[in-house]
C-alpha cells in the first residue's frame, strides 16, 4: 500500500438563420453588415472617446471565441468601466435599435459572443474589482470582468476560496451568464447554486438588482437564476454577489490508471453512489493522456486514468482515500500517485485544464469541435462507452475528458477546417451523442451551454412549449432584440433599423 502523504493548504436588420446542429460547415454569418449608424458612432465616440473603436483588429479579437463557427466580427467594440457605462450603451443601442453582446474574455465554445447580426460588443474585461468581501456570511461582490484566478488571489489571505472551476480562466460575469460549473461541481456545485444575487442593466437602460446576500429567500420569482445561464440574452450583468468557502484543512490530489474506461467510469459511479464527499474526480482517456504528456511534459502512463482531489480534515481526507482506494482496487486501478504539494497539484490539473490545446499542438492545422453533456451518474457508463464505440470507428482524432463524478463529460472532435466531410461526420458523432445523452434522461449540455451550436437539441430537450415560453420571457424583457440575438434559440426578433 502506498504511503499516504497529507498536504494543508489552509446593427442591423440582416437576419440570419441559426446553423443546425448538422450543418456541414461553419455558417459565414454576418457579411454584409456594412458600418454601425453614423449618429451611433458620433454618440460613442463622444461618450467613450477612446474606448469605442471601430478599428479592424480590434473588432476581430472581440468577433472569435473557441467555438469554430466562422463569422464576421461585430461592427463596433466600446470598453465599459462602469455600470453607468454600460447603462449608456444600452441607452444608444436602445435608440438605434442595435445588437449588444457581452464580452469577457472569449473562452465560450459554442458561439456564445459571436455578432451574427453585427452592432457593438460591449466588453467588460475592465470592470474587474472586488466590491465587498464579508466573510462572516461567507460571501463576495465583485464586477463581472474579474477572473476566477483573480478572485481566488484576492481571497487567499481571508481563508476562503471560490471554487467553480471550469478550466479556462474566464471572467465571473461570463460563468455566471452561461452557468458554468466546472471540476469541483461534484463537491460544490455550479455556478447555479453559487450565485447569490445580481446587479443587471436591461434592454430598456434600467438597472434592476435581483437577490440579496441573505442565504435563501421566498420573495416572488427568482430572477436571480433567470439571468443565470441566460447567456447575454437578457441584459448585461454588472455586479455578481457569490458564495465562498473555507480553505480546506487538508488538500491530497491522486492519479490512478486503469486497463479501461470501463473500469474508470464503474470505479466514479461506485465512489458517488457511497456517498463519498469526494472534491473532484476527472475522466481523461489515453488519448488525451498522450496529448497532455506531449504538451505539459509529463510522465503520466498513457492509459485511461481517474484524476481525483480530497478536501476536508486531515482524518476525513483519509477516510475518503481509504474508501477510494478500496473501490479502485475492485476495478483494478494501478497504483496510485500522489501530489505531495500545492505546486505538483496545479502542475496536475493545469495539464488536465490545458487538454484542449494539448489536442490543437499534437494535430497541427486542424480545429476542434468540442461538446458536452450530462447524463444521471446511473447512466453514465452506458452513455459514455457507446459514444466512444462510435468515435472510434469514426477515424477522427478526438479527445475525452470529463467531470464524471455528477455525470458530465466533454468530448472534443479534431477537424480539417477544410473538410466538409469530416466536419459533417464529427457533427454526426456529436448528434449521436446528444441524442444518446437525452434519451437517458440527460441534457443536451451540462456546462458549455447553447450559444449558436445546441438550439435543435434544446428543443428535442425541452420541447417547442417550454422553449416558446423562453421567447416570451426574451420578448418581455428585450422587445427589440437587441441582446446577444440568435443564442439558444432563433427569434423572429431582430434589430429594426436599416
Known amino acids: 500500500m502506498n504511503t499516504i502523504i497529507t498536504t494543508t493548504t489552509t446593427t442591423t436588420t440582416t437576419t440570419t438563420t441559426a446553423p443546425s446542429a448538422l450543418s456541414a460547415s461553419p455558417p459565414a454569418m454576418g457579411s454584409g453588415l456594412g458600418d454601425l449608424p453614423q449618429g451611433l458612432q458620433d454618440d460613442l465616440k463622444n461618450a467613450f472617446g477612446e474606448r469605442f473603436s471601430v478599428a479592424m483588429a480590434v473588432r476581430q479579437h472581440h468577433g472569435r471565441d473557441e467555438s469554430s463557427f466562422a463569422v464576421q466580427p461585430p461592427q463596433g467594440v466600446v470598453y465599459a468601466n462602469s455600470t453607468a457605462d454600460v447603462v449608456r450603451v444600452l441607452e444608444l443601442a436602445s435608440r438605434y435599435q442595435t445588437p449588444v453582446i457581452a464580452f469577457g474574455v472569449g473562452s465560450s465554445l459554442e458561439g456564445h459572443l459571436l455578432a451574427i447580426q453585427g452592432g457593438i460588443s460591449l466588453d467588460l474585461s475592465n470592470m474587474k474589482e472586488v466590491l465587498s468581501i464579508n466573510t462572516e456570511d461567507l460571501t463576495v461582490t465583485v464586477q463581472p470582468g474579474i477572473t476566477r484566478k483573480a478572485l481566488n488571489e484576492a481571497l487567499r489571505h481571508t481563508g476562503f ?18 452557468r458554468a460549473s466546472g ?15 445580481l446587479e443587471v442593466v436591461t434592454a430598456n437602460a434600467k438597472t434592476v438588482r435581483t437577490g440579496t446576500r441573505a442565504k435563501k429567500s421566498s420573495a416572488g420569482y427568482d430572477l436571480t437564476r433567470l439571468f443565470v445561464g441566460s447567456e447575454g440574452t437578457l441584459g448585461i450583468i454588472t455586479e455578481i454577489t457569490l458564495k465562498v468557502h473555507p480553505q480546506p484543512e487538508s488538500i491530497m490530489a491522486a492519479v490512478c490508471s486503469f486497463e479501461s474506461i470501463a473500469q474508470a467510469v464503474n470505479t ?10 469526494i472534491a473532484r474526480v476527472e475522466l481523461i482517456d489515453a488519448n488525451s493522456v498522450t496529448m497532455v504528456n506531449r504538451h505539459a511534459h509529463l510522465t503520466l502512463k498513457e492509459a485511461p486514468l481517474l484524476l481525483m482531489e480530497f478536501h476536508g480534515s486531515s482524518t476525513s481526507v483519509q477516510e475518503q482515500i481509504s ?57 453514465l457508463a452506458d452513455c459514455l462507452l457507446e459514444s466512444v464505440e462510435e468515435a472510434n470507428a469514426s477515424g477522427i482524432p478526438y479527445f475525452l475528458v470529463g467531470h464524471v463524478g455528477d455525470g458530465n463529460f466533454h468530448f472534443g472532435y479534431l477537424i480539417d477546417p477544410e473538410s466538409v466531410h469530416e466536419r459533417a461526420r464529427a457533427e454526426a458523432l456529436n448528434h449521436q451523442l446528444v441524442m444518446r445523452a437525452l434519451s437517458m434522461d440527460g441534457t443536451c449540455s451540462g456546462e458549455h451551454g447553447i450559444g449558436l451550436h445546441k438550439m435543435d437539441f434544446l428543443v428535442s430537450e425541452i420541447g417547442e412549449d417550454a422553449v416558446d415560453m423562453m421567447r416570451q420571457i426574451k420578448r418581455a424583457l428585450d422587445p427589440l432584440g437587441i441582446m446577444n440575438p440568435g443564442k439558444i434559440f432563433s427569434s423572429t426578433l431582430s434589430p429594426l433599423h436599416s
Open 268 to 277: 466514479t459511479i461506485e465512489i458517488i453512489q457511497m456517498g463519498i464527499p
Open 323 to 379: 474508501a477510494v482506494q478500496a473501490i479502485s482496487r475492485e476495478h483494478h486501478a494501478s497504483d496510485f500517485e500522489w501530489a505531495h504539494t500545492p505546486e505538483e497539484r496545479s502542475k496536475l490539473w493545469t495539464a488536465r485544464h490545458h487538454a484542449y490545446f494539448a489536442a490543437l499542438q499534437a494535430y497541427p492545422g486542424r480545429r476542434v469541435i468540442s461538446t458536452d453533456t450530462c447524463v444521471p451518474i446511473s447512466r
Open 183 to 197: 471540476t469541483n461541481a461534484v463537491r460544490y456545485g455550479t455556478m447555479r447554486e453559487n450565485v447569490l444575487a
Open 161 to 178: 476560496f471560490f471554487p467553480i472551476d471550469p478550466g479556462a480562466d474566464a471572467s465571473i460575469g461570463g460563468m455566471t451568464a452561461t
